[in-house]
């Protein structure tokens, strides 16, 4: 906030123009922020339910409302491959896409981590095939959780606008240089429509600047450029170094948020902890279910229940500590995966903080959750049942099947 003043202010301390409220999609809310952003670089190609934001895009730069290049290409795995092209040339690039599209990605995200390209990517998140669904859940960007890019996922379609208006400052930071992706739900966000606030565009432009490339491969001032390759003998470094800029984005992405705050007033950090102060029993999510499970914890604090919730934003970098010091102090824990691994023990989000609660000592009696798989409703009656099954557990020092599904339409596999 400004000086003396209940307004909020650009990082020179002047005041700006007030958040404009609107009615709008998470898809139409990103491509705002990308019109802000006014990228150099933003090759396409289509696929549902991510379609409507290089759509809306193509719109602002036929009306003249960004200078951006928007090639239109053959395939997903030739718009990565533009967008690579475009970030190594020293070009702020992005794209957008789902599912099978991410898929078709899979052989590029890997390239554009280890050539340490910041490359944005608007994903939307959809069911992988097969079957075909194409609904949301998160099998295609919790596939690709490994790739080395960054992973910031949305709970609503403000957090998918605010995201992408954060995206570039994180992935171009000196001490980071690692692509993004920046994540919301399939039709349930990026359909849906969302009272928000966009900030005005000044604002957003002082915000994210311009890139500033100091070293990039197809330099023009260089006599030569080698593309990255390493025989056995430099191979693990890199990846150590990858390894170290992921641990080094956990500290920028709360440094950016800060920065964020101080022009928005909308505060953000690696995970959200949902009336967690006093909480026994307690929830770990991701995405758009977390705003129903906020309305069950509601329902059932007024009750008396204390019951919380933990949202994580950031997966890549992992939260891990953070998670499991936060649940320390609870009984019972159900962690909500919206993706089935095949390991036969659960899914990512389960195994990564099971594995970070085991680290930091944190006993809590812990089940994962498979819910919302292809697109299957997930109520606040559902989320109310997770916390009585919590509250059971807790009671009789049993946790039962630890792997389980939530949903399914035969009752007894439930």
Not at 263 to 275: P, Q, T, W
């Amino acid at each position: 906030m400004c000086k003396g003043m209940s307004v909020p202010c650009n990082q020179n301390g002047g005041e700006i123009d007030m958040p404009k409220r609107v009615l709008m999609s998470g898809n139409e809310a990103v491509a705002t922020a990308l019109r802000q952003i006014n990228p150099d670089v933003f090759p396409a190609f289509p696929i549902t339910p991510s379609t409507e934001i290089p759509q809306y895009f193509s719109n602002y730069v036929s009306n003249g409302l960004v200078d951006t290049e928007f090639i239109t290409v053959e395939s997903e795995h030739s718009s990565m491959s533009a967008a690579m092209g475009a970030s190594a040339a020293g070009a702020r690039a992005l794209t957008a896409t789902s599912s099978a599209g991410l898929a078709f990605m899979w052989e590029v995200l890997g390239v554009a981590a280890s050539s340490r390209l910041p490359v944005a990517l608007a994903a939307v998140c959809r069911a992988l095939t097969g079957p075909l669904n194409i609904n949301c859940d998160h099998s295609d960007t919790m596939g690709a959780r490994d790739s080395g890019w960054i992973q910031l996922y949305a709970e609503d379609n403000q957090e998918a606008y605010d995201n992408m208006v954060m995206a570039f400052n994180i992935a171009e930071h000196k001490d980071v240089m690692l692509p993004i992706m920046i994540c919301q739900d399939g039709f349930i966000t990026s359909h849906a429509m969302m009272n928000m606030e966009l900030l005005d565009d000044e604002t957003v432009k002082a915000f994210v600047g311009e890139r500033e490339p100091s070293e990039y491969l197809l330099n023009p001032d260089e006599t030569f450029a080698v593309g990255p390759y390493a025989v056995s003998d430099y191979y693990m470094e890199s990846r150590k170094a990858q390894a170290h800029a992921m641990e080094n984005a956990k500290q920028v992405i709360l440094d950016v948020a800060r920065d964020f705050e101080k022009i928005s007033g909308r505060k953000y950090g690696l995970i959200e902890e949902y009336r967690m102060d006093d909480a026994e029993y307690a929830v770990v999510i991701i995405g758009s279910a977390a705003g129903t499970t906020k309305d069950a914890i509601d329902k059932m604090r007024a009750d008396g229940d204390k019951v919380g919730l933990i949202k994580v934003r950031s997966f890549r970098p992992f939260p891990g500590k953070e998670i499991a010091q936060s649940l320390k102090k609870c009984k019972a824990v159900a962690i909500m995966d919206r993706s089935e691994a095949f390991s036969t023990n659960g899914g990512p989000l389960g195994a990564e903080t099971m594995q970070a609660m085991y680290t930091e000592k944190c006993s809590a009696l812990t089940i994962d959750i498979m819910y919302g798989i292809g697109g299957r409703d997930v109520r606040v009656e559902d989320m109310i049942n997770v916390y009585e099954t919590l509250k059971n557990i807790a009671e009789t020092g049993e946790t039962g099947p630890t792997y389980r599904y939530m949903g399914l339409r035969d009752k007894e596999e439930n």
